[in-house]
């Protein structure tokens, strides 16, 4: 079974630009979360999404945004970038809702604002 | 979810069992102690969970006293490999639409593993 994978691995941006981050989830898993990893701040929540439905939301401003497909799929936008979203932004995936105990991890997007 | 405290960092040698401790004094009944591994630019791993008593798997045992206050996992005969971040989260998991801060990650426990 494949894992969860996410694209681009690697991204460039310049401040007050706009990024689109995506996560394909592992085959039947209806749950994705996202998170921001940074050295400062460790690895925070930033949102989950079942079913095409925002569940539940980190403390993140309303520059962080996301959606979820019919086929689980899910993406990441943020915009108006400033320097500080510089990170790596992982997705995980799950099989149920809010199953926060066993997550599965993609290898993330290294984010860099200049 | 429960607030735990584990070391920053620990050193060992290839060969050696380690053992990471995890403290969790404020464990709720649901809660479930769950244990992730995390390589340098990759998403964290799930290692291991366990509610109490002993739980063993092909990576790592996961030990839990009766209070449920602590937990230490072990990892058997490491390898150079075996250098990375763990970290322990104490949660009921949701499931029921809680855990609205998703998984809460602390700083972890940088392991180093020596030759």
């Given at each position: 079974k494949a894992g969860v994978t996410q694209t681009p691995r690697y991204l460039i941006k310049t401040r007050g630009q706009q990024v689109t981050l995506s996560c394909s989830p592992i085959s039947g898993h209806r749950s994705v979360s996202w998170y921001q990893q940074t050295p400062g701040q460790g690895l925070q929540f930033l949102f989950e999404y079942f079913s095409e439905t925002q569940r539940n939301k980190g403390n993140f401003p309303g520059r962080f945004s996301g959606r979820q497909f019919s086929n689980s799929r899910s993406e990441m936008n943020v915009s108006t970038?400033?320097?500080?979203?510089s990170a790596l932004y992982l997705c995980a995936s799950s099989?149920?809702?809010?199953?926060?105990n066993e997550q599965f991890f993609g290898p993330g997007t290294r984010l860099t604002v200049l | 979810l429960a607030k735990t405290t584990q070391p920053i960092s620990m050193d060992s040698y290839e060969g050696q069992e380690v053992n990471i401790t995890c403290s969790h004094?404020?464990?709720?009944?649901n809660d479930y102690i769950t244990w992730y591994q995390q390589f340098p630019s990759q998403g964290p791993r799930f290692i291991i969970q366990g509610y109490k008593t002993k739980v063993t798997n092909e990576v790592a045992s996961l030990f839990i006293p009766a209070d449920r206050k602590s937990s230490t996992l072990s990892l058997p005969r490491?390898?150079?490999?075996?250098t990375a971040v763990y970290y322990c989260l104490v949660g009921d998991g949701g499931g029921s639409g809680g855990g609205a801060d998703g998984l809460t990650f602390g700083k972890g426990t940088h392991l180093i593993i020596q030759p």
């Open positions: 970038l400033e320097l500080g979203d099989s149920r809702a809010s199953d926060y | 004094n404020n464990i709720a009944t490491v390898s150079l490999s075996d």
